[in-house]
């Protein structure tokens, strides 16, 4: 196993074309979970990560939920390397999708640091509704929706 993360976010049509219907619901139910899992600790889905999903739920699961859980994350590990393998082939993108959930919609660099917050004459802080549109603004700037330099206008 390779260390690449696996991003599969179709998932769930797979399922449902090649795991036989008795195991369905068990296997979405393990997929959920991790998936889940994966959001709350920020973890990568990559080979390490399930095996130490799975070193987890070994700890508490008896036997037979843990086997199922374990054949259900296999399935989703392996069909969604064989994704990636074969979009890599093809120089595509994976197979229908609208998101990865690997890839995080801003990058860290992407984001500017918000600007100083503007006093009044009086040098009190502006209204809370100036630093919100500021905030706005970087936030859409980062994303490419507008110039990063914004007009005044926009602003006041």
């Not at 999903?53 to 086997?67: A, G, Q, T």
């Amino acid at each position: 196993m390779d260390n690449a993360p696996i991003c599969f976010d179709d998932w769930e049509h797979a399922l449902r074309t090649s795991v036989p219907a008795d195991r369905r619901h068990a296997y979405r139910e393990a997929i959920v979970k991790f998936r889940y899992w994966l959001r709350k600790t920020g973890k990568l889905p990559d080979a390490e990560t399930f095996r130490e999903h799975l070193e987890w739920k070994k700890s508490y699961l008896v036997p037979d939920r843990f086997e199922i859980r374990r054949e259900a994350l296999r399935w989703y590990y392996q069909e969604g390397n064989l994704r990636i393998k074969a979009a890599v082939q093809e120089k595509s993108p994976p197979l229908p999708t609208t998101r990865t959930t690997c890839e995080p919609i801003i990058r860290p660099e992407q984001i500017q640091p918000l600007r100083p917050e503007p006093k009044t004459d009086q040098g009190a802080p502006c209204s809370s509704l100036h630093v919100l549109l500021s905030f706005i603004s970087s936030l859409l700037s980062a994303l490419g929706l507008i110039p990063p330099t914004c007009p005044p206008k926009l602003l006041e």
